[in-house]
């Protein structure tokens, strides 16, 4: 009588097969987590950079209209935006405080005003934070109108 033979579990060459594929599919992943926390880690970066812009923003609207830190110093932005009057870097900038530090990050604020843009009587003023990090250099702008108070 002929005896059966019954071959139970795998061999070694399906367990290796397998064991490769899972391997590849976990490098996917790896590489996946990593792009996740790099990209979260330049959106708390740049949510940083907005949170001081409009906190400076704020700390100006505060002041009198006719505060040093609210004067156009270098005249570069009275041709106002239609023709790009106001600088997008901190190079021709009217103020700046540098070296805020964020969690850690330093931070530079640049703010550029233009006297009488939109409108008459108005200051347009343009906060620039740029900040530096290992794939370079980054910058967020945020434009606000302020009108003189009326007391």
């Known amino acids: 009588m002929d005896e059966l033979r019954v071959d139970a579990g795998f ?14 599919c976990m490098l996917g992943l790896a590489k996946l987590q990593l792009t996740a ?33 609210l004067q156009d110093y ?13 600088p997008d ?10 070296g805020v530090n964020a969690s850690g990050r330093l931070y530079d604020l640049f703010w550029n005003i233009a006297d009488d843009v939109p409108v008459s009587g108005a200051k347009t ?11 370079g250099e980054r910058q967020v702008k945020i434009d606000s109108v302020f009108s003189e108070r009326i007391r």
């Open 11 to 24: 061999s070694l060459v399906e367990v290796m097969i397998s064991m490769m594929i899972f391997a590849i």
């Open 37 to 69: 926390l790099h990209t979260n880690m330049k959106a708390r970066e740049t949510t940083e950079a907005v949170s001081l812009a409009q906190g400076k923003l704020d700390e100006l609207r505060l002041l009198p209209f006719t505060h040093p830190d």
């Open 74 to 86: 270098n005249s570069a932005g009275d041709t106002g935006f239609a023709t790009g009057g106001l």
């Open 89 to 98: 870097s901190g190079v021709d900038a009217d103020n700046l405080q540098t």
């Open 125 to 135: 003023i343009r906060m620039i934070v740029h900040w530096r990090e290992r794939g």
